[in-house]
């Protein structure tokens, strides 16, 4: 399962297990989406601010 959250983060856990995390990082801002792509990439579009 990919999660994200208003603080920053964004990681794979494991489910249904959700024993522990597979990947996880503090990309910053406050992502609001990701995509699993195959081959295991992660996609985190970018929001800018504009104004």
């Known amino acids: 399962?990919?999660?994200?959250?208003?603080r920053g983060l964004a990681a794979?856990?494991?489910y249904p297990s959700a024993n522990g995390?597979?990947?996880g990082l503090d990309?910053?801002?406050n992502p609001?989406?990701?995509e699993l792509l195959?081959?295991?990439i992660?996609?985190?579009p970018q929001?800018?601010?504009v104004g």
């Open 1 to 6: 399962m990919v999660v994200t959250d208003s």
């Open 12 to 14: 794979i856990i494991p």
């Open 21 to 23: 995390k597979k990947w």
């Open 38 to 40: 195959p081959g295991g």
């Open 47 to 49: 929001v800018l601010a």
């Open 27 to 29: 990309v910053g801002g």
């Open 42 to 44: 992660l996609q985190l």
């Open 32 to 34: 609001h989406s990701a």
